[in-house]
């Protein structure tokens, strides 16, 4: 157990829809990273954030958007649902401390797009 | 981040010693060396990670070479819930304003077998 929580655990929609997944990071950690992993491949960085601010983003288009609270917790949104965005959505937690950063993944949330 | 290389899958004995090789030439000295396996269906897990000492911890030993351009995941008494995806992965440590993105290459599918 990593101590990191997704919701939902899995989510259909339909194409051209919006949605927004949850992420509960281990306490104490100040840093989400969201990644994208498409069936068969290993995960791909969406972005990061750190003290509530976005810190570094992958080449994902601009209907992904994220948010941090000031407990930490996070939000990926996704806007006009493309069938491509089908995958595991993946959110991980760090501690961003003295250049020490591991990340703990959470168990992920299953999107489906129709 | 340095590209790394792994063979894409591998065979294990039970209670054998699973050693899993990873080339990452172009690696960089401020670069870290880190391990994560996926079983299926849940998110990455975080294994091990170092800059050029060996280490180890209670779930394996990560054995760099002194050029630094590869490195051997070793665990040493594999189980069947060992089999997995692994993936070998470089990277800055995260620190200030950069950020701490893992890349993730298609990885190595563990087997261990009865």
């Known amino acids: 157990e990593t101590g990191v929580t997704q919701s939902p655990t899995h989510l259909i929609k339909t194409r051209g829809q919006q949605v927004t997944l949850r992420c509960s990071s281990q306490?104490?950690?100040?840093?989400v990273s969201w990644y994208q992993q498409a069936l068969g491949q290993g995960p791909q960085f969406i972005f990061q954030?750190?003290?509530?601010?976005?810190?570094g983003r992958g080449n994902f288009p601009p209907r992904f958007s994220g948010l941090q609270f000031p407990n930490y917790s996070s939000e990926l949104n996704v806007n006009a649902l493309e069938l491509d965005d089908s995958a595991l959505y993946l959110c991980a937690s760090s501690l961003t401390s003295g250049g020490k950063n591991i990340q703990y993944f959470g168990a992920g949330t299953r999107l489906s797009v129709l | 981040d340095a590209k790394t290389t792994q063979p894409p899958s591998m065979d294990c004995a039970e209670g054998r010693a699973a050693n899993l090789p990873c080339n990452h030439s172009?690696?960089?000295?401020?670069?870290?060396v880190y391990w994560y396996r996926q079983i299926h269906s849940q998110g990455p897990q975080y294994i091990i990670h170092?800059?050029?000492n060996n280490e180890t911890n209670e779930m394996a030993s990560l054995i760099i070479t002194e050029d630094r351009k590869s490195s051997t995941l070793i665990l040493p008494h594999a189980t069947l819930r060992d089999t997995a995806v692994y993936y070998c992965i470089v990277r800055v440590n995260a620190g200030g304003t950069s950020y701490g993105k893992l890349t993730f290459g298609q990885g190595t599918i563990l087997t261990v077998h009865p």
């Open positions: 954030y750190y003290r509530e601010e976005e810190n």
């Open positions: 306490s104490g950690h100040n840093t």
């Open positions: 170092g800059l050029k």
């Open positions: 172009t690696i960089s000295g401020n670069e870290y």
